[in-house]
T-cell receptor, first 115, second 112 residues
Framework: GAGVSQSPSNKVTEKGKDVELRCDPI?????LYWYRQRLGQGLEFLIY????????KSGLPSDRFSAERTGESVSTLTIQRTQQEDSAVYLC?????????????FGQGTRLTVV | AQTVTQSQPEMSVQEAETVTLSCTYD???????LFWYKQPPSRQMILVIR??????QNATENRFSVNFQKAAKSFSLKISDSQLGDTAMYFC?????????FGKGTSLLVTP
């Protein structure tokens, strides 16, 4: 597709369940980011993939969070044993890797509600 | 780690007026990029303007312009002739080859 696609758009899950969020980046973009945005708040960095380099996982808040990316394609963010505090919008973005212009293009996000 | 600070949580401006949003950052890098993103209520993040640190000339995109002060590590956004559609959250962001770091945002309200 032409833009970054995220699915599902909305997800309601029960506390303690696992969820998997998907991101399809723009074709040719080697960099991919995941952010968390709580209601009315800024973007909290979670993880950054750049090509075949080891991902920067420094933003993952706990070991319940993990993310994978196969090559330069789809990425999935998995949250295990969800808690109510995990409720937020999860945004994915992709960009050209350096030396290209690192302008990030964002998906519409997945709104996760843990009940 | 690079930090990005937006000191104005909320701002308001009347339609057709000019408003300036501030952003400062902290880095020891010499080469980097700075961005302003807009997030309207639809929650879609949209790039407003970008600035490469090696360029001395301030970036301009139609009604949007920046005042980039590299020595002061300041990167403010000026919106001229404000329009109702400019109502949104505005985020300043920094990139130097690692992750793209964002400030906490400024909520801008444009009033008739």
């Amino acid at each position: 597709g032409a833009g970054v696609s995220q699915s599902p758009s909305n997800k309601v899950t029960e506390k303690g369940k696992d969820v998997e969020l998907r991101c399809d980046p723009i074709s040719g973009h080697t960099a991919l980011y995941w952010y968390r945005q709580r209601l009315g708040q800024g973007l909290e960095f979670l993880i950054y993939f750049q090509g075949n380099s080891a991902p920067d996982k420094s933003g993952l808040p706990s070991d319940r969070f993990s993310a994978e990316r196969t090559g330069e394609s789809v990425s999935t963010l998995t949250i295990q044993r969800t808690q109510q505090e995990d409720s937020a919008v999860y945004l994915c973005a992709s960009s050209l890797g350096l030396p290209g212009i690192p302008e990030a293009f964002f998906g519409q996000g997945t709104r996760l509600t843990v009940v | 780690a690079q930090t990005v600070t937006q000191s104005q949580p909320e701002m308001s401006v009347q339609e057709a007026e000019t408003v300036t949003l501030s952003c400062t950052y902290d880095t020891s890098e010499n080469n980097y990029y700075l961005f302003w993103y807009k997030q309207p209520p639809s929650r879609q993040m949209i790039l407003v303007i970008r600035q490469e640190a090696y360029k001395q000339q301030n970036a301009t995109e139609n009604r949007f312009s920046v005042n980039f002060q590299k020595a002061a590590k300041s990167f403010s956004l000026k919106i001229s002739d404000s329009q109702l559609g400019d109502t949104a959250m505005y985020f300043c962001a920094f990139f130097s080859g690692y992750a793209l770091n964002f400030g906490k945002g400024t909520s801008l309200l444009v009033t008739p």
